[in-house]
C-alpha cells in the first residue's frame, strides 16, 4: 500500500494563478481531510469529506475548493492564488472517524510570489 | 480555541525524561498526539477520550485530566528518535470535525 499520496511536494505560483494539489489514498477510508501547515499555528483545517460525493468546510476555507467523485481522490483547488496561501498543505485519510488515526501524505509545500 | 502546549521546545540527554502539555480553555471531549519530524508528515501517536484510560506503549504514554482540561504526554527514558515535533489536537464534543491543533512542542534529544 502506498499510503497517502500528495503531488506535487513543490510548487510556486504567481498571485492570480490557480492549481489543483492532488491528493490519493488506497486505503479505502472514508474520511479525507485538507490541512495547512504555517509556522507557530499549528495545523488548521481547511475543507473536509465523509465519503464520497460529501464535503463540508473546515477552519479556513475561503480561497479553496474541494470535490470527492471518488473514496481514492480528494484534491484541492486553489482559485486565485494570494501570497496569504503560502504554506505546507496536508492530506489526511481516516477509517473510523474524521479525527481518529488519520494517516497523512507527505505535503506539498506552496509558494506564492 | 487553538489548544496551548508547553514547553514550546525541550532538549534532552538520552535517556531523560521529558513531559508536554496541552491545555484547552474549553470543555474537552478528546486529545489527540501526532509527532512531525523535521519536514515529514505528521504520525499519529494515541488518541485519549474523555472518561476514558490513560494510554501508552513502551516508553511514550498520555494522560487525559477532563476537569483540568489538559492533557499531559509523557516520554521515558528519551531515545534519539524522539527528537520532533509534538502536536496536540483537541476535540470539544464527540464527531464534531471541529479539532484544533496546537502549535507544537519541539523535543530534541542529543547522545
Known amino acids: 500500500n502506498a499510503g497517502v499520496t500528495q503531488t506535487p511536494k513543490f510548487q510556486v505560483l504567481k498571485t492570480g494563478q490557480s492549481m489543483t494539489l492532488q491528493c490519493a489514498q488506497d486505503?479505502?477510508?472514508?474520511?479525507m481531510s485538507w490541512y495547512r501547515q504555517d509556522p507557530g499555528m499549528g495545523l488548521r483545517l481547511i475543507h473536509y469529506s465523509v465519503g464520497a460525493g460529501i464535503t463540508d468546510q473546515g477552519e479556513v476555507p475561503n480561497g479553496y475548493n474541494v470535490s470527492r467523485s471518488t473514496t481514492e481522490d480528494f484534491p484541492l483547488r486553489l482559485l486565485s492564488a494570494a501570497p496569504s496561501q503560502t504554506s505546507v498543505y496536508f492530506c489526511a485519510s481516516s477509517r473510523d472517524g474524521l479525527y481518529n488515526e488519520q494517516f497523512f501524505g507527505p505535503g506539498t509545500r506552496l509558494t506564492v510570489l | 480555541q487553538q489548544p496551548v502546549q508547553s514547553p514550546q521546545a525541550v532538549i534532552l540527554r538520552e535517556g531523560e525524561d521529558a513531559v508536554i502539555n496541552c491545555s484547552s480553555s474549553k470543555a474537552l471531549y478528546s486529545v489527540h498526539w501526532y509527532r512531525q519530524k523535521h519536514g515529514e508528515a505528521p504520525v499519529f501517536l494515541m488518541i485519549?477520550?474523555?472518561?476514558?484510560e490513560q494510554k501508552g506503549h513502551e516508553k511514550i504514554s498520555a494522560s487525559f485530566n477532563e476537569k483540568k482540561q489538559q492533557s499531559s504526554l509523557y516520554l521515558t527514558a528519551s531515545q534519539l528518535s524522539y527528537s520532533g515535533t509534538y502536536f496536540c489536537?483537541?476535540?470539544?464534543?464527540?464527531?464534531?470535525?471541529?479539532?484544533?491543533f496546537g502549535a507544537g512542542t519541539r523535543l530534541t534529544v542529543k547522545p
Open positions: 489536537g483537541t476535540e470539544k464534543e464527540y464527531n464534531n470535525n471541529d479539532m484544533r
Open positions: 486505503m479505502n477510508h472514508e474520511y
Open positions: 485519549l477520550l474523555k472518561g476514558g
